[in-house]
């Protein structure tokens, strides 16, 4: 058996499209959502991420904020750029990628931020709001995740997931998702202080590997049948994206996201989603 493809850039593509017709329908209204970065640094991960994020932008008629900071900025100066999107009514949403700089209370910019113009749905009040079960922005990685299985039928309601990982950007949030009545998943969440990895994975209908170690996921790890989300990021000594799925575990499973190809298109995409549906709640 080979594993059919959870195609995130064709998905991705396909939500783009229904935003653009959102966008401009919010346009007659005569509300453009903004989309707001700010980049602190020089890292070129970083600029390669954000400017994929414009590029989308473009894509979709949401126009695009760049605030750009040198590496030696200081706290005060990277929070007078979130003050001052916050106050910025063309700003709808925006993102301070991350990570910041050394010396950088990340934590403390975070919070500073409006809650309602947070597009990466990771505010300390939307991860509130999330477990209290109120209407808020959810985090990309993870709403991209269950867009990217619902789009192509895999059954999330009674499967047993497995959650490798718990990353404040995907394993921490990913089963606060999934087990809502919506949802209806029975979740085990494994990370480094699990004892026996491979008897978790094995039981798993859908496995959602986030732990950012190279082919941590193997063949004889898993169950045939599974759907499998490999949402990692190592390189290789070449530079490539490896992640963190064994390529041999295409042979066992029923679906397999690609890395790249996957979940990262998927995340760029719930971004702009929860741009467009922060502008249509304040237009009522
Ligand atoms: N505030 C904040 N929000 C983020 O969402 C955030 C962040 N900071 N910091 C860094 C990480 C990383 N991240 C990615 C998003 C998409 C791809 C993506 O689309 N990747 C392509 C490949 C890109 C390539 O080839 O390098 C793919 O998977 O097909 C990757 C990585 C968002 N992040």
Redesign the pocket.
Known sequence: MTAQILD??ATAAAIKSDLTVRVAALKEKGITPGLGTVLVGDDP??Q??VA?KHRDCAQVGIASIQRELPATATQEEIEAVVRELNEDPACTGY?????LPRGIDENRVLELMDPDKDA?G?HPMNLGRLVLNEPAPLP??PNGILTLLRRHGVEIKGAEVVVVGRGV?IGRPMPLLLTRRSENATVTQCHTGTRDLSSHLKRADIIIAAAGSAHLVRPEDVKPGVAVLDVG?SRSAEGK?VGDVHPGVAEVAAWISP???????M??AQ?LVNVVEAAERSAG
Do not use: A, M
Not at 95 to 99: A, D, S, T
């Open positions: 995130g850039k991960g970083s390669k991420y994929g993102i301070v990628q991350l990570p990466d990771l990309c990685t950007t990021v994206i890395n790249p190809g996957g979940v990262g298109p995340t760029r971004l």
